[in-house]
């Protein structure tokens, strides 16, 4: 088996040129999809498919290997050096590893261009290195650490389970099937990985929290709220917290002037009635449809016609053509929690049933996010 033809792959970097073009023009979600799209296939057809297959099944080393460069303070030593030149010696000094093991580290961050390698055992720090080293990175990769013993047991859990049969009926999540309890459950037993939870739930969509105008936002964490508070302040409206606990980040929403913070579960009544915007961020992905269908249940009577909003804030797949990072999310969604990332057709079919239409679903980033505006529907209404 070989590479792609040269004739091929001439066309493919023509595309690449021609969609970076387009995408330098006009910076919008769907045209930054279409030109990671283009660099893909023009990547794979550039190397054999055993090439690319290999690199693939390397993937969790390069994971580990990033994971013991920032757990050793290797990463840190180097954004240490305020983008000058930093040798492995030096580094070495700093955090007291051998040289020879970092350098063995350090050559899978530079071939990922993690860190530029300008000289031998010589880095200099990019943006990437300046990113993994920020508090909530550093936490979102140690969380993405559990998946490792779910990896580890799934053909066990193939084989011994339904798993995968019957819609996974009567079948353990992969995740308790691996750690022997449910995931939530295990966040409350583990403080510490309960944390880098947290801290990556926040960083995760950091850069898109600007884009927010809500005034009612069930379900946020505090963090959020607050920055909604500090760039909103003058709204009028209450700015309430709902949560099933209350752990630290919503005590200090709480205790934010103008903010409040209530305890409630979404499987009973909802009672604040009335509000111009219920918004549920990162909620809907965590269940499966019959909870979503009792929550709903709970919730529309609350809203009030021709006013109220249901704003949802989740993955919202394509029905066709989904990008990697959505797919990825759909599959983490399935094994730690038993629940899924939804399709537009699977959300209008949601929804219609609860009695709510949908006004609107507008993008929000790259990698298929996306805002669901709906409002009850009107008496007499055929929803689909």
Known sequence: MTATNPADLRRLADEVQAIAHVYADSNTIENGQALRTSIRKLRIASAMPTEILFDFRMQPIENIAISVLLQSG?????MASKGEVVEAQEIA?????????????????????????????????????????????????????ITYLIGSNIRCLLRETSYGTLNGINAPKAFDFAYGMPFFKHLEADPELRSDFNLWMQERRRNQ??????????????????????????????CILQDISMPESNRIAAEVEGLEAMQYDMFTPQPIKGARYYYFRNVFHNWDDENMKKALANLVPAME????????????????????????????????????????????????????????????????????????????????
């Open 305 to 384: 016609p021709d006013y109220s909003r249901l704003l949802i804030d989740d993955y919202v797949l394509p029905r066709r053509n989904v990008q990697g990072s959505g797919a990825v999310e759909d599959i983490l969604m399935m094994v730690y929690l038993g629940a899924l990332e939804r399709t537009t057709s699977q959300y209008e079919k949601l929804l219609h049933g609860a009695g709510l239409d949908i006004v609107s679903i507008v993008k929000v980033g790259i990698n298929e996010e996306a805002f669901i505006e709906a409002r009850v529907a009107p008496q007499g209404s055929t929803t689909k």
């Open 209 to 238: 929290e600007t884009l927010w105008h809500l005034r009612y936002p069930p379900g946020a964490n505090g963090s959020q709220l607050i920055a909604f508070h500090q760039q909103f302040p003058n709204l009028p409206g209450r």
């Open 93 to 145: 000094s700093a955090t007291g590893y051998d040289e020879h093991f970092i350098i063995r580290f350090m050559r899978v961050a530079t071939a990922l261009l993690f860190c530029e390698e300008v000289d031998e055992a010589a880095y200099r720090p990019n943006q990437f290195t300046e990113l993994l080293v920020q508090p909530g990175w550093k936490s979102g990769l140690r969380f993405a650490e």
């Open 74 to 78: 290797v990463l840190d030593a180097i």
